[in-house]
């Protein structure tokens, strides 16, 4: 049996009925709306439509409408914490040596006692030409077990003392061969202790612990500075697998010294970028997108003003939220109505903080609108089907 195609009244009927389905399954126009009434209803279907419990799984939250006791509020919150106490290393105890160190060593008067380079071929002793004439010192290394050789005495614990313990220890036994033995002591290569610097700094790596304090600045200066991308407020100072907040945002911008704290050996610096720490603009903007965060803060006002303002043409000045999370539990919604002119001062005092969501909802003309852009292709398709 031959088979007709369908006339243009069939196809115009069948057009009708997507067009019918079409705003039946509309229950919401198109494009992103925050509805702060907290509807669930889409939730419960969602939830059932992939086997989950029909109790909606969205995550409860408050509204709140800004206000300056609001603002003064959240202010009080996000107020500076106190500086951490980094256990004593800010003391002025001695370099202590270690395996691995270079030690320039001779013996006033004895240049039979030590090994000794030809001029210009060893380390430099610092005031120990009096040991051999034409001739410095060639250092010695401490070994893995800590001693250190040398010429008549043999091995010599040096590990773990100072300079000044160990050239008593030398003193000591010289003077079973030398009478009244003038011992000079150096470190030539330091190389026992160091501390690592990880993250956005110019060259990560380790940096040498030497008899001179070394603190935070010191070593950061040592690896090329901070980069642009570093986070000031989220450094940390990790030290027997503890994690101690450095904040060098009160080191550099503040000067605060208590977040220079002198570094010891196994300390590690890890300074995190802060892509991370980022701010959402969305809804109805001329520009939207994502800010990162710097270390002075980014307010309400700032964001609005760098993306263009809301939207003359769309934008519901009167429902500009944003959106604060606190884990999956719960959320914070602040609203401001940026139709009134006090907005623009609470907007610049309020403190965005980072993965905070800034949306603006679109007016109902613009929803409407938006709605009929689908609706209309759909019905002039029907017309031109129709011939009417």
């Not at 995550?59 to 996000?78: C, G, H, Y």
């Not at 091995?155 to 030398?178: C, F, M, P």
Request: hydrophobic content about 45%; overall charge positive; proline content about 7%.
């Amino acid at each position: 049996m031959r088979q007709h195609p369908p006339s243009r009244i069939a196809l115009a009927r069948i057009a009708l009925a997507s067009l019918v389905l079409t705003l039946a399954g509309c229950a919401n126009p198109p494009g992103m709306y925050l509805d702060a009434g907290g509807t669930e209803t889409s939730a419960r279907r969602a939830s059932a439509a992939i086997g989950l419990s029909a109790e909606p799984s969205v995550m409860p939250f408050q509204l709140i409408r800004m206000t300056p006791e609001v603002i003064n509020a959240v202010k009080d919150v996000s107020s500076p914490a106190a500086a951490p106490k980094f256990d004593g290393a800010d003391s002025n105890a001695d370099y202590r040596i270690g395996a691995g160190d270079m030690l320039a060593i001779a013996v006033y008067g004895q240049a039979d006692l030590v090994t000794v380079g030809p001029q210009g071929g060893g380390a430099g002793m610092g005031g120990g030409g009096g040991a051999a004439s034409g001739a410095v010192q060639a250092p010695r290394s401490v070994s893995t077990s800590g001693s250190v050789t040398l010429p008549l005495i043999g091995d010599i614990q040096a590990a773990g003392a100072t300079l000044a313990e160990l050239r008593s220890r030398l003193t000591a036994a010289y003077a079973k061969y030398v009478k009244q033995p003038y011992v000079e002591l150096s470190i030539a290569g330091f190389r026992s202790q160091q501390v690592l610097i990880t993250g956005e700094v110019g060259q990560p790596g380790p940096v040498a612990i030497t008899d001179l304090p070394l603190r935070v600045t010191d070593a950061l200066r040592q690896v090329g500075g901070l980069r642009p991308e570093a986070d000031l407020s989220n450094a940390v100072l990790i030290r027997r697998q503890q994690r101690i907040p450095l904040d060098l945002g009160r080191l550099y911008v503040s000067g605060d010294s208590a977040f220079n704290p002198r570094l010891r050996d196994g300390d590690v610096i890890s300074v995190p970028d802060r892509q991370w720490q980022k701010v959402f603009l969305l809804g109805e903007v001329i520009q939207p997108r994502t800010y990162a965060m710097p270390y002075r803060g980014l307010t309400l006002g700032e964001v609005l003003a760098e993306a263009g303002g809301p939207n003359a043409q769309s934008a519901n000045a009167g429902e500009v939220y944003v959106v604060r999370a606190f884990g999956l539990d719960t959320a914070m919604v602040y609203q401001l109505d940026a139709r009134e002119p006090q907005a623009l001062l609470l907007a610049d005092q309020f403190a965005l903080r980072p993965r905070d969501v800034v949306f603006i909802n679109p007016t109902g003309l613009a929803r409407v609108g938006r709605l009929l852009g689908q609706v209309l292709p759909v019905v002039m398709g029907t017309r031109v089907l129709t011939g009417k």
